[in-house]
């Protein structure tokens, strides 16, 4: 009987590719993210071309009472400068002393501080709903005409933000941000100054990545600010900008960086003016940073540095 070989089995062809798979992911213009406030589109870029710098010795400490209330204590001593009409800065030496209390609630979130030049400063942030917040600051001081207070009222959409903002002087604002893609986000603003007769128009456009983000803003007072951030890390960020007054002719571009250590962060900047700045927080332990600012321009003369404690629970 003979035997009957079977031919060999050819392999078996590989399953179609999903044609979707090749294409880039359908965007969903129904549910975008909701972009940052209109007022916060440099948000990143000022984190490091805009730290806190100070002049001479600050000292701050926090004290909570509960989980919700605490008191704060600050000492400020450094020169204060004064307009002048020749190039050099004049500084008359100063020192204050700040005492301020704070209530942070999930919900409510009150500031309030007392120097002893007369100045009380007061802010406040509560959210009527979800969606809806009131934000408010005020600034009281025995100068005249020199007090001010605004409210604002910024309210969440799904994928949008507007505010509307009053204060004294018969100053009004209003402002929107729209995505209009997963990245990308346009919006514009409106304001009217009551008491000095002005108005104005402005426009923004904000891009942003997992890796950079990318702004531009315009405005019918003359002020043109674009800003770049580029993000190398989780612990280094890049940012430069650009500002132009059309009006002035003014222009000033800068470069930045955002260095955080395992202990301390390091911020910094250099314009093109000459002018180079940094701020390192080091972090002694829980609760204790120590502060150190410099700021040098070297075609006024003008030099700036401090140094603080920071002590809190």
């Not at 589109?41 to 004290?63: N, V, W, Y």
């Not at 959210?127 to 005020?138: I, M, P, Q, R, W």
């Not at 009281?140 to 007090?147: D, Y």
């Not at 674009?226 to 940012?239: D, F, I």
Request: aromatic share 10%.
């Amino acid at each position: 009987m003979a035997t009957v070989i079977n031919p060999p089995t050819a392999a078996a062809p590989p399953p179609p590719s999903n044609p979707t798979s090749m294409e880039q992911k359908k965007v969903d213009y129904l549910d975008l993210p909701c972009p940052i406030p209109y007022e916060e589109i440099h948000r990143e870029a000022f984190m490091s071309l805009k730290p806190e710098l100070f002049e001479g010795m600050r000292f701050d400490f926090t004290k909570g009472l509960n989980q919700k209330f605490s008191l704060s204590h600050s000492v400020m001593m450094g020169p204060t400068e004064i307009p002048s009409q020749s190039s050099e800065t004049i500084k008359i030496p100063t020192a204050h002393y700040e005492f301020g209390a704070n209530f942070i609630d999930p919900k409510l979130m009150l500031f309030g501080r007392v120097i002893t030049d007369g100045r009380l400063n007061a802010r406040l942030k509560c959210d009527l709903s979800e969606n809806l917040t009131l934000k408010g600051n005020a600034q009281l001081t025995n100068e005249p005409h020199m007090s001010h207070g605004m409210f604002n009222f910024d309210y969440k959409g799904s994928d949008y933000r507007t505010q509307f903002q009053v204060g004294n002087g018969a100053l009004f604002g209003a402002s929107y941000i729209q995505s209009v893609t997963p990245h990308l986000s346009l919006g514009g603003e409106v304001f009217w100054a009551g008491q000095h007769r002005k108005s104005g128009i402005g426009y923004a456009a904000r891009y942003n990545t997992d890796k950079m983000v990318a702004t531009g803003q315009v405005a019918s007072t003359g002020m043109v600010a674009l800003g770049y951030v580029h993000k190398v890390s989780e612990k280094v960020s890049l940012a430069s900008d650009f500002m132009y007054n059309y009006m002035s002719r003014d222009a000033t571009a800068s470069f930045g960086y955002d260095y955080i250590l395992r202990q301390c962060r390091l911020r910094g900047k250099i314009d093109s003016n000459g002018v180079v700045a940094a701020l390192l927080e080091e972090r002694f332990n829980m609760g204790l940073n120590f502060l150190l600012s410099a700021e040098i321009d070297h075609r006024k003369k003008d030099y700036k540095f401090g140094f603080g404690l920071t002590v809190g629970e």
